[in-house]
T-cell receptor, first 111, second 115 residues
């Protein structure tokens, strides 16, 4: 497809389990972003990848969160030992220059 | 630390009205400002991007202005329609450097246009 693709669209997991969220950016977009949107909260920056540069990980809330981007394309956000406060919609965006294009998000529910 | 505020938090108008959504930011050192809409349960859709050197951008019935020195942007929607009902978000990108990727978003304005 032409847009940013995220999977899974919905994920329900038990507290303490690990989860992986995937993002396929728009082809040719060099920048990739992960944001988190919690109920009643604004969008919270998590991590930013730009080309081959070291990612800006300053928004990751704890060391349980990690992300990688393979081959400058697909990105995976991993949350280890999930907690209930991790429940949120995780949004991925890509950008060719300055304008961001978002995916539909992955809704994570931790029971 | 950049803070972005959107006023009003919610707005309900009859179809056909022209309306203005406001976005203010505390740090004028921005690279650009982007307006998005978000439908319930969906991702964000880009509406308009204004570079820091620009004063306004237009797309169809939408017009966004930027006054960087006063830390304000407005989104003007002409002849509103029920299909415009959504949450509207603004986001500012800082100037280059290590923070370039950290856009700061406002909390959004929930717009309802009723027939």
């Amino acid at each position: 497809g032409a847009g940013v693709s995220q999977s899974p669209s919905n994920k329900v997991t038990e507290k303490g389990k690990d989860v992986e969220l995937r993002c396929d950016p728009i082809s040719g977009h060099t920048a990739l972003y992960w944001y988190r949107q919690s109920l009643g909260q604004g969008l919270e920056f998590l991590i930013y990848f730009q080309g081959n540069s070291a990612p800006d990980k300053s928004g990751l809330p704890s060391d349980r969160f990690s992300a990688e981007r393979t081959g400058g394309s697909v990105s995976t956000l991993t949350i280890q030992r999930t907690q209930q406060e991790d429940s949120a919609v995780y949004l991925c965006a890509s950008s060719p220059t300055g304008e961001l294009f978002f995916g539909e998000g992955s809704r994570l529910t931790v029971l | 630390k950049q803070e972005v505020t959107q006023i009003p938090a919610a707005l309900s108008v009859p179809e056909g009205e022209n309306l203005v959504l406001n976005c203010s930011f505390t740090d004028s050192a921005i690279y650009n400002l982007q307006w998005f809409r978000q439908d319930p349960g969906k991702g964000l859709t880009s509406l308009l991007l204004i570079q820091s050197s620009q004063r306004e951008q237009t797309s169809g019935r939408l017009n966004a202005s930027l006054d960087k020195s006063s830390g304000r942007s407005t989104l003007y929607i002409a002849a509103s329609q029920p299909g415009d009902s959504a949450t509207y978000l603004c986001a500012v990108r800082p100037v280059g450097g290590t923070s370039y990727g950290k856009l700061t978003f406002g909390q959004g304005t929930i717009l309802t246009v009723h027939p």
